[in-house]
């Protein structure tokens, strides 16, 4: 029976190979979002619409959805921004801190855990604006996960063992990463934070397979008198003034990236400038390139290809970081292939994505800091009052912005895009009379009230700083006339559900804002929305009717949506809860038991059939 010696080890292999599923590669990926049985990338395709073709969960029975499972995920210390992954039975989580999950699919049950171990107190001070890590990567069975200190690991997605690790940033340079990694052509690529420090911005490619650097892009030039590194950097000099330099720039890449493999592009938005005030850059009436703004490069060299700058002279931390979104769009009767953002500033973006072409751009929340776009360039018309000095002005959308990181998305069906929209924030800048550049610590060079709606408080300066001992003016009267939507009184977060094709809003429904959550968009026509107040809430994607609401008691830190089919059945999935928050400037992690409130975080996996018990509220506070 020499011929079953020879079979049987080829049959165990092929069952072997069944049980490990196929391999996530780059036409894996390009054709992922076709079916809907997975979700393996961060947006859930390369064009991050973030729609599913799955129905089971339906307008039907959307208000059946329950519980099926949950995980804990140890004790947090920020807020769970990731979007998990699931790939051949297993959700792969990652948290704040960088520590990464494998857990059965079926069960809940962990498979793997690795901990990178950073050194939390070196990094903490480092991170502008909270702890986070917004997710994974996989390529070719590895997990590849962006560190909050600067590294780039590669991990066996069967084992979690260590495959390769690579270094992109180092905190003592003022970096650190909270963005997920993505893939092009075999290729990993990651931008860094950091822009209200005295940094550089920037993004690398490195071999997925190997980790070996490709190349990188800095996104605003160095030392005029050193050689540039390509000639979009000498190009964009030019557009510079003073010693600029000294100071970093700013302009680092800390979200919003798609990738075209058609096309051969990829698409990054840059952070802002750095310090705020353009005056403070010695930039005043300068576009400084290549600053909040739409890059497309290629993704073999890092060659630019095109780009576009929402905000010419950024001085309101309007970054361009958010998501960037992919889709056929027909515009007056023309189909197009476009790139689509709510950016920060309050207007809604369209551009032709091949050749980089403003297509239209409107507001869809409140705007003041604009008089509008101009309709040929998409340049926006600025208000004067807007430039502020040592006299305080009173702008929206405020430094929260109107659309943050919180991930919006596309249905082909009904044509809308569904944004999480603060549609009222507001701040009010003044320039800081006392700025210096400091090498330790933030260089924001504004004065600025906490407590004025917007989003949230400025950093304080780490140790070894020194903070501004100004104090904020009055605004000065009035504030610029407004453009957009009016907002509705009271309500500043709401669902905004957006038509590209025409520029205008189809409807609004009360809950969530910029920050925080996300939604989900799938052939069920549905939206599924997680709020940061715990609440996940199903509504109707044609006219916004809610269907279902279930309140998660993980108030604070969510993450957003996905969903993904197992066994026949459709599931929902998505991170939340903040944990035990230290403060940025600590020096020690504080050793005390956390109080009885504290909120821990969890990965929660629902389903039309789910049982389970939701996790408990904390007691009140006493």
Partial sequence: MHWRRILLPVLFTGIAM???????????????????????????????????????????????????????????????????????????????????????????????KWDPE??????????????????????????????????????????????????????????????????????????????????????????????????KFYTVPGDPSKPFENPALKKAAETWSGQWWKLGGGGTV??????????????????????????????????????????????????????????????WDFDSVQQLMLADVTVKGRQRKVLMQANKDGFYYVLDRVTGQFISGQPFAKVTWAKGLNEETGRPIINPEAHYGAEAVTLSPGPGGAHNWAPMSFNPTTGLVYIPTSTDSSSTFAMDPNFTVKPVGTNIGIIRNP?????????????????????????????????????????????????????????????????????????????????NDGRLVIYSADKGEKLHEIQTNLRGGMGPPITYMLDGKQYVAFMGGVGVVVPRDATQTPATPPPATTIFPKLLVFSMDGKAALPSPPPPAQ
Wanted: proline share 9%; aromatic share 10%.
């Fill in 18 to 112: 069944a049980q490990q599923g196929r391999r996530v590669d780059d036409a894996a990926l390009k054709n992922t979002g076709k079916t809907g049985d997975e979700w393996i990338t961060y947006g859930g395709t390369l064009a991050e619409t973030r729609y599913s073709p799955l129905n089971q969960i339906n307008a039907m029975n959307a208000s059946g959805l329950g519980l099926e499972w949950s995980f804990d995920l140890g004790t947090g210390g920020g807020n769970q921004e990731a979007t998990p992954l699931f790939w051949n039975r297993t959700i792969y989580a990652v948290t704040n801190w960088s520590v990464v999950y494998a857990i059965d699919a079926r069960t809940g049950k962990q498979r793997w």
């Fill in 118 to 215: 950073i050194n939390q107190n070196a990094v903490r001070g480092k991170i502008c604006c909270g702890v986070v890590n917004r997710g994974l990567a996989i390529f070719q069975g590895k997990i590849i996960a962006a560190l909050n200190d600067g590294r780039l690991q590669a991990l066996d997605a069967e084992t979690g063992k260590p495959v390769w690790e690579a270094r992109v940033s180092y905190p003592q340079d003022n970096y650190s990463i909270t963005m997920a990694p993505r893939i092009a052509k075999g290729k990993v690529i990651i931008g860094v934070s950091g822009s209200e420090y005295p940094v550089r911005g920037f993004f690398s490619a490195f071999d997925a397979e190997t980790g070996h650097f490709a190349w």
């Fill in 254 to 315: 800390w979200d919003g990236m798609a990738y075209d493999p058609e096309a051969d592009l990829i698409y990054i938005g840059t952070g802002n400038g750095g310090p705020w005030p353009e005056e403070l850059r010695q930039s005043k009436g300068k576009d400084n390139l290549y600053v909040c703004s739409i890059l497309a490069v290629k993704p073999d060299t890092g060659e630019l290809k095109w780009y576009f700058q929402p905000v010419p002279g950024d001085s």
């Fill in 451 to 531: 407590g004025t709606p917007g989003g949230p408080p400025l950093p304080p300066d780490v140790a070894g700083a020194t903070p501004s001992t100004a104090k904020l003016p009055p605004p000065k009267p009035p504030s610029p006339p407004a453009i957009g939507p009016t907002p509705p009184e009271g309500q500043r977060g709401m669902l905004v559900a957006w038509d590209p094709a025409t520029q205008t809003e189809r409807w609004r429904t009360p809950g969530g804002g910029s920050i925080g959550g996300g939604t989900l968009t799938t052939a069920g026509g549905l939206v599924f929305q997680v709020i």
